[in-house]
C-alpha cells in the first residue's frame, strides 16, 4: 500500500492515466487482503441463514468451512490467500503475499474476462470488474457462475473492516477535515458511506480516486449498501421488487430492485415506509454526481448518452443534466425517458439527488436560511422548496450566486417541461388532463392545454388543480425569464427575435414587450394563445411578475400589508394585492398616500396589459362570469368583452356592475389602459397628442385629445370607433368622465343629488348656469371649474347623436328611415335629420327643432357650423363672444377670403332662421313685442308644434316696406306714431334680413314653398347658379306675366312692394346704378327709401342723364309697379291707401280724391237748403195724425198685456 502510495507521488507530474492506474493498484492491495467480515456481513449470514442460495456449491462450502465463531470468513475466491485476523482497536492492515488472486485467472470468469475486456485490463481486478458490470448488462451477457463470483468478491469487499482501515490510510487528510466521517464508529461501514456522501469535498486525489472506485462497486447492486435491506425488506417483499422479470433476473440483479422501489416511491398511489424512502433518497443522493452509479439508469440510457451526449464528461452530475436537456427528444428512446423521468421525480423529492444543483446552491441555502432547523426535513429536501425560498431571496434584492441561479432555472424548466414531475398536478388534475389533454405530454404541452382550461376556453378546472396550477407558476416563475417556459419559448421565438430583440435575452421585459405586441400584425396565433395562457395565472398572484414585485414591495407592504414572496395568505382573493395597489396609484394627494414613482409606472404598465383580455382581470372574471355569458358569448375578439360589459352596465349584476364601473372609471383617468385603443389611434396621438401621450399622470387630457381630433385625417375607423364607444360609455355614469367627474363632483352633490347619469348631469347643471344667467344672479351656484368643463361636455355631446340619448331614442326610427346610410360621427345623421324635417315625426321633429333653437342661441354647440366654419372663426371672428359666432360669420359671409364651404353652411342656417323667428334669437329679441302686435293673426293660425315656415318674417317685411313708403308721405314721424311703427331694433333685423334675402331666394321660405314650380321652370339657369346674387329673384320680376299661380303671384308682388323700401333691397337695381346713386344721390342717407325716391326724381327730371343700364332698370321698374298696381287690387282700405301713396301718379290720384270730396260738400250743402222749406202746417198735421192713432191703440194695448 505505501509503496501505491509512493509510487502515486513519483508520478505526480504524469498525466491522468497514471493517477488511475496509482489508484487501480491501491485498490488491487486493498482488495488481496484476507477481508474479515463486519456487522453487516455478519447480517447478511444470518439473513441467508448462513447460506446464500446464489452462490455456487464449492462457494457455499467454503463459506461453511470458513465461518468460524468468531466471525471470521474464509477466502471467497479460488486460490485466494489467507490473512490473520486484525488485533482489537488496529487500524492498519498487514501486507499482502506475493500470490494474488485475479480475476482474470478465475475459471468461472476467465472466458468472459478474454471476450469483453481489453488485456492490458487482465492484471488488475478493478479494471475487469469495471469492465464487466458497465460494458454489458451481466445477466445478458456474462455467465451466471461469473456474476455470482462477482458479487460475491464485491460483498465481501465492502463489508471488510480491513476496507476502511485502507480508506483511514489514503483519505488520511481529508478524515481530518472531515470531522463527520473520522467520529464514525469504525467496523460497521459507514466511514465508507460517510466519505462517498462527502466526496465532493475531497480534495486528496488519491482518496478521491478510492472513493470514486468504492462507489462504482457499491452502487452495483443494492445489497452491498449497508442499512439498505434493513429498511427496505418488507417494502421489497410486499412491491415484489426482488422478483422483477422472473426468470430472468436474481434477486441482486444491478440497480433493478432500487429502480423498483424509486417508482414506487414517486407513484401517487403505492406507498413505502419512511425507513425505506430515507434510504432510497440516500441513494439517490450519493448517485447524484456519476451516471455510471444509476445502474438502472445507466443501463437504460447507455446508447442514447452516446446518441446526445457523447462528448459530455462524466462527473458532477453532468451526464445526467445532458440527458435531462434531451428527455423529449425524438430520437430518445421510451425506456431512457421512463428512467430519467424517474430520477427527476426523485430530484423533485430530494432536491439533493442532483448534485450539480445541491452542490451550486449549498452557499446560498445555508446563507438564506432555507435550511432551518425549526422545518421538517421533508419539506427541507423539497426541490419546490428550495426554488421558492431562493427565489425569494432573489426578488428581494439578496444575493444568489450565478452558478446556483443557473442550477435553478434548469430545473424550473424542467418542472415546466413535464407535468408528471408535480405529485400535485398528477394527483389533482388527472380528471381534467384525461378530459381534455390526453397525448400532450412533451414539451410543457399538458400544462399549457391545463391554462389553457383554467382560462375557460376549453371548460373548467377543479379547484385543486387551479390551486395546484397556481402554486407550480410560482414555484417556476417563468414571468422572471421567459425561457423556462419551453413552449412558450418555442412558440414565441420568432416574434422576440422581430418585436423584443432590442430587450437583452432573459429578461423579465421579455413577456412585457410580448403582450404589448399582442394582437398586432407582429403577433404569431401560436405565441399569442401560449402567452394568454401565461398571463392568466401570472395576472392571479402580482409576486409572479418580477418587475411589477420589485418596484411595488415597499408599497405592497405599506399600503396592503403583503408577506413574503414563498408566502401566500389564504385570506387574499386572487388579484387583491394588484386592486390595492391600483386603488392607491390614482389617488390624488388630498385623497391620502399615493404610489411611489416606479411602483406607478409598473401598475400603468400592467393596467394596459390587462385590458388587453378580460380573464387578465381576476377580480372581472370572477364577478362577471355569468353576465358575460349571458350578454357577451359572441364577443370573443380583442377587447371586446369588457365593451361589451360596458355597453349592458345598467344590465349587470351588482357585483359585476360595480367592478366593471371601476374600471371604466379608472379607464377615464388613464385611457392609455386601454392598449388596443391606444394602438389603432397611434398615428394620431403621434401627430396631435405626443406631448400628453409623454406625461406620466393622464388626467383624461389624452381622451380629450382624441376627440378634438377625431375626424382629422390621421384618425382610422378602429380609433374612431373606439373614441366612440368610450364617450357612449362616459353618458352611462358621469364618474366615467374623469375631468368632469373632478370638476364638477362638489356641484353634482350639491345641486344635482341622486342624479348619476352623464347627460342628465349636464342638463342639471346646464339649466342652472342658464337659470342664474338670465335671472343676472351675482354668484353663479355652479363653480367656474365646472362651468368651463360642463362647455367641454356639452360641444362634445354634440358630435355624436348617440351622445344624447334622449334625442336618439325619440328619432330611432326616423334615422332608420331616412338616414340609414349617413354614419353617425361627426354629427351627419343630426344634419340629415335637419335636412328631412318636414317628414319627421312628430316627437323627433320636436327634440330636433329644441336642438336647433339651441344651437342657434348658443352657435358654439353648432358642432357643424363649428368644425366646417372652423379656420373662417380664427379669421373673422377671433375676438367675437361665443354666442355671437353665427351673427359674426354672417356679416363677413361674401368676404373675399371666406372658405366656399364655410360660405354655403353660414347660408343654411340662415335658411333655418328665416323658417321660424324662434330660431333666430337675435330677432326673436329685437321683435319681442312687434311679433304680437302686427302679426298675431298669423301666430293664431298655426297650431301647435308646427313650425312657422316664415310667415312671421314676411309678416314683418311687409310690415317695414308699407311703414317706409307710407312714411314718404309727409314729414317723418307725423303720419305714422310709434304706435303703428316696428321698433327701432326690430326694423334693423328686418332691414338685415330683406337685404340678405334678395340676394339669395332660397333665404324667404314663402318664396320657395310657393314659387318652386315657377323657380324650375321659368329660372331653372339662375337657380342652379354656384353663387346666388339675387338673379332668381330677377327673373320671378321680368317673367311676372307668365306665373299663373296665386299664391307665387303674390310672393313676387309683395317682393316688389318689399323692393321699393330702398334700393339695397334690390341688388340688380342696386349694382346697376351704384355710379348715379355716388353721383346723384350722395348727399342721401341710405334707408327708409330715400335713395330710391332720389333715383326716380332724377329718372323724371330731363336735365339729369343717368347711366343707361340703371335708367333701363329704374323703367322696368316703374313697369313692374304699375302692373303690380293693376293686378294686385286692393284688400281693404288701408291697402286701397297704400298703393295710392306708393303710386307714380298719386298727385294726380290726389287732386282727383280731393275734387271728389269738394264736389260731395257742395251737394250735401244744397240738399240741406231745399229740405228746411217744409211748411210748419204740415208738420203740426203730422203730429196730430200720429197722437190720434196712439190714442185709438191704447186700449187694445193694455188688454193684451193683462193676458
Not at 50 to 77: E, I, K, S, T, Y
Not at 1073 to 1086: F, M, V
Request: proline share 3%.
Amino acid at each position: 500500500m505505501a509503496a501505491c502510495g509512493r509510487g502515486s507521488l513519483v508520478l505526480a507530474a504524469a498525466g491522468d492515466w497514471r493517477w488511475l492506474r496509482a489508484s487501480h493498484c491501491l485498490l488491487a492491495a486493498v482488495a488481496a487482503l484476507v477481508l474479515l467480515p463486519g456487522d453487516c456481513a455478519v447480517q447478511q449470514l444470518d439473513r441467508n441463514r448462513g447460506r446464500d442460495p446464489n452462490l455456487l456449491p464449492h462457494q457455499n462450502q467454503q463459506l461453511d468451512a470458513g465461518h468460524q465463531g468468531n466471525g471470521q470468513v474464509a477466502p471467497q475466491a479460488p486460490g485466494q490467500p489467507q490473512f490473520q485476523p486484525r488485533p482489537p482497536g488496529q487500524a492498519q492492515f498487514q501486507a499482502p503475499r506475493k500470490n494474488i488472486w485475479r480475476i482474470s485467472e478465475e475459471p468461472l470468469c476467465h472466458e468472459d474476462v478474454v471476450r469483453l475486456c481489453p488485456k492490458h485490463t487482465w492484471q488488475n481486478n478493478f479494471a475487469v470488474l469495471e469492465c464487466l458490470q458497465d460494458v454489458r448488462e451481466v445477466d445478458d451477457e456474462i455467465s451466471s457462475d461469473c456474476n455470482h463470483l462477482l458479487w460475491n468478491y464485491k460483498f465481501n469487499l465492502t463489508t471488510d473492516p480491513k476496507f476502511e482501515a485502507a480508506a483511514g490510510e489514503v483519505c488520511k487528510v481529508t478524515l481530518g477535515e472531515v470531522k463527520e466521517c473520522a467520529e464514525q464508529e469504525p467496523g460497521k461501514g459507514y466511514v465508507i458511506s460517510c466519505l462517498i456522501e462527502h466526496r465532493a469535498n475531497i480534495t486528496e486525489y488519491q482518496c478521491r480516486q478510492f472513493i470514486t472506485k468504492m462507489t462504482a462497486i457499491i452502487f452495483s447492486d443494492y445489497q452491498l449498501i449497508c442499512g439498505f435491506m434493513d429498511s427496505c425488506k418488507n417494502d421489497i417483499n410486499q412491491l415484489k421488487c426482488g422478483s422483477i422479470r422472473p426468470g430472468e433476473k436474481d434477486a441482486h440483479s444491478q440497480g433493478e430492485v432500487v429502480s423498483c422501489l424509486e417508482k414506487a416511491l414517486v407513484s401517487e398511489d403505492k406507498i413505502i415506509s419512511d425507513n425505506c424512502k430515507k434510504a432510497i433518497l440516500r441513494v439517490a443522493e450519493l448517485s447524484s454526481d456519476d451516471f455510471h452509479l444509476d445502474r438502472h439508469l445507466y443501463f437504460s440510457c447507455r446508447d442514447d448518452r452516446e446518441r446526445f451526449c457523447e462528448d459530455i464528461q462524466g462527473g458532477e452530475g453532468r451526464v445526467y443534466k445532458c440527458l435531462f436537456n434531451h428527455k423529449f427528444e425524438e430520437a430518445m428512446s421510451d425506456k431512457c425517458r421512463e428512467a430519467l423521468t424517474t430520477r427527476q421525480k426523485l430530484i423533485v423529492q430530494d432536491y439533493k439527488v442532483s448534485y450539480s444543483l445541491a452542490k451550486a446552491c449549498k452557499n446560498d441555502l445555508r446563507k438564506n436560511r432555507c435550511n432551518a432547523e425549526n422545518l421538517p426535513r421533508a419539506r427541507e429536501a423539497r426541490l419546490s422548496y428550495l426554488l421558492l425560498c431562493l427565489e425569494s431571496a432573489v426578488h428581494r434584492g439578496r444575493q444568489v450566486s450565478g452558478e446556483c441561479q443557473g442550477e435553478m432555472m434548469d430545473y424550473r424548466r424542467m418542472l415546466m417541461e413535464d407535468f408528471s414531475l408535480s405529485p400535485e398536478i398528477v394527483l389533482n388534475c388527472r380528471g381534467e388532463i384525461e378530459l381534455h389533454c390526453s397525448g400532450l405530454h412533451r414539451k410543457g404541452r399538458t400544462l399549457h392545454c391545463l391554462m389553457r382550461v383554467g382560462r375557460g376556453d376549453k371548460g373548467s378546472l377543479g379547484q385543486n388543480c387551479q390551486q395546484s396550477l397556481q402554486s407550480l407558476i410560482q414555484e417556476t416563475d417563468p414571468g422572471a425569464d421567459y425561457r423556462i417556459d419551453r413552449a412558450l419559448n418555442e412558440a414565441c421565438e420568432s416574434v422576440i427575435q422581430t418585436a423584443c430583440k432590442h430587450i437583452r435575452n432573459g429578461d423579465p421585459m421579455i413577456l412585457s414587450c410580448l403582450m404589448e405586441h399582442l394582437y398586432t400584425e407582429k403577433m404569431v396565433e401560436d405565441c399569442e394563445h401560449r402567452l394568454l395562457e401565461l398571463q392568466y395565472f401570472i395576472s392571479r398572484d402580482w409576486k409572479l411578475d418580477p418587475v411589477l414585485y420589485r418596484k411595488c414591495q415597499g408599497d405592497a407592504s405599506r399600503l396592503c400589508h403583503t408577506q413574503g414572496w414563498n408566502q401566500t395568505s389564504e385570506m387574499l382573493p386572487p388579484g387583491a394585492v394588484f386592486s390595492c395597489l391600483y386603488r392607491h396609484a390614482y389617488r390624488t394627494e388630498e385623497q391620502g398616500r399615493r404610489l411611489s414613482r416606479d411602483c406607478r409606472a409598473e401598475i400603468q404598465r400592467i393596467l394596459h396589459q390587462r385590458a388587453l383580455d378580460v380573464k387578465l382581470e381576476p377580480a372581472l372574471q370572477e364577478r362577471c362570469i355569468i353576465d358575460l355569458g349571458k350578454w357577451c358569448s359572441e364577443k370573443t375578439d380583442a377587447g371586446q368583452e369588457l365593451e361589451c360589459l360596458q355597453d349592458h352596465l345598467d344590465d349587470l349584476a351588482v357585483d359585476c356592475r360595480e367592478i366593471v364601473g371601476n374600471l371604466t372609471e379608472l379607464e377615464s383617468e388613464d385611457i392609455q389602459i386601454e392598449a388596443l385603443l391606444m394602438r389603432a389611434c397611434d398615428p394620431v396621438i403621434q401627430t396631435y397628442c405626443h406631448e400628453l401621450a409623454d406625461n406620466q399622470i393622464d388626467s383624461g387630457d389624452l381622451m380629450e385629445c382624441l376627440v378634438q381630433n377625431k375626424h382629422q385625417k390621421e384618425m382610422n375607423d378602429k380609433c374612431t370607433v373606439g373614441v366612440t364607444h368610450f364617450q357612449l360609455i362616459q353618458m352611462k355614469d358621469f364618474r366615467f368622465s374623469y375631468k368632469f367627474k373632478m370638476a364638477c363632483k362638489e356641484d353634482v352633490l350639491k345641486l344635482c343629488p341622486n342624479i348619476k347619469k352623464k347627460v342628465d348631469v349636464v342638463i342639471c347643471l346646464s339649466t342652472t348656469v342658464r337659470n342664474d344667467t338670465l335671472q343676472d344672479t351675482k354668484e353663479q351656484r355652479v363653480s367656474i371649474k365646472c362651468r368651463k368643463q360642463l362647455r367641454v361636455e356639452e360641444l362634445e355631446m354634440t358630435e355624436d347623436i348617440r351622445l344624447e340619448p334622449e334625442l336618439y331614442v325619440s328619432c330611432k326610427t326616423d334615422i332608420e328611415k331616412h338616414c340609414q346610410n349617413v354614419p353617425f360621427g361627426n354629427a351627419q345623421v343630426v344634419e340629415c335629420l335637419k335636412d328631412v324635417k318636414k317628414f319627421l315625426s312628430t316627437r323627433c321633429h320636436d327634440k330636433i327643432f329644441k336642438l336647433q333653437e339651441t344651437e342657434m342661441s348658443d352657435p358654439e354647440l353648432d358642432y357643424t357650423l363649428m368644425r366646417v366654419c372652423k379656420q373662417m372663426i380664427k379669421r373673422y371672428c377671433a375676438d367675437a363672444d361665443s354666442k355671437n359666432v353665427l351673427q359674426c360669420l354672417k356679416q363677413n359671409k361674401n368676404a373675399e377670403l371666406m372658405d366656399p364651404k364655410c360660405k354655403q353652411m353660414i347660408t343654411k342656417r340662415q335658411i333655418t332662421q328665416n323658417t321660424d323667428y324662434r330660431l333666430n334669437p337675435v330677432l326673436r329679441k329685437a321683435c319681442k313685442a312687434d311679433i304680437p302686435k302686427f302679426c298675431q293673426s298669423v301666430l293664431n293660425n298655426v297650431k301647435d308644434g308646427k313650425e312657422l315656415e316664415g310667415l312671421v318674417v314676411s309678416c314683418l317685411k311687409l310690415k317695414y316696406a308699407d311703414q317706409v313708403l307710407t312714411g314718404q308721405v309727409g314729414h317723418e314721424g307725423d303720419n305714422f306714431p310709434e304706435l303703428h311703427r316696428l321698433s327701432p331694433d326690430c326694423e334693423d333685423q328686418i332691414r338685415v334680413i330683406i337685404q340678405e334675402s334678395a340676394l339669395d331666394y332660397r333665404l324667404d321660405p314663402q318664396l320657395q314653398i310657393h314659387c318652386t314650380k315657377e323657380i324650375n321652370s321659368l329660372c331653372a339657369e339662375e337657380a342652379a347658379a354656384q353663387e346666388q346674387t339675387g338673379q332668381v329673384e330677377e327673373c320671378l320680376k321680368i317673367n311676372l306675366l307668365k306665373i299663373t299661380g296665386e299664391s307665387c303671384k303674390k310672393e313676387v308682388l309683395n317682393m316688389l312692394q318689399e323692393s321699393k323700401a330702398d334700393i339695397f333691397v334690390d341688388p340688380v337695381l342696386h349694382a346697376a346704378c351704384g355710379l348715379d346713386i355716388k353721383h346723384q344721390c350722395a348727399s342721401i342717407l341710405p334707408g327708409k327709401g330715400r335713395q330710391m325716391s332720389c333715383l326716380l326724381e332724377a329718372l323724371e327730371d330731363k336735365t339729369i342723364r343717368l347711366q343707361p343700364d340703371c335708367k333701363k332698370r329704374l323703367q322696368d321698374r316703374l313697369e313692374m309697379w304699375s302692373y303690380a298696381a293693376k293686378v294686385a287690387p286692393a284688400e281693404g282700405f288701408s291697402d286701397l291707401a297704400y298703393q295710392v301713396m306708393t303710386s307714380p301718379s298719386k298727385n294726380y290720384l290726389m287732386g282727383l280724391l280731393a275734387l271728389g270730396v269738394c264736389i260731395l260738400f257742395l251737394l250735401g250743402m244744397t240738399c240741406g237748403r231745399i229740405t228746411k222749406r217744409v211748411t210748419r202746417e204740415l208738420k203740426d198735421r203730422f203730429y196730430l195724425q200720429n197722437k190720434c192713432a196712439s190714442q185709438q191703440l191704447l186700449p187694445q194695448l193694455q188688454s193684451d198685456s193683462s193676458l
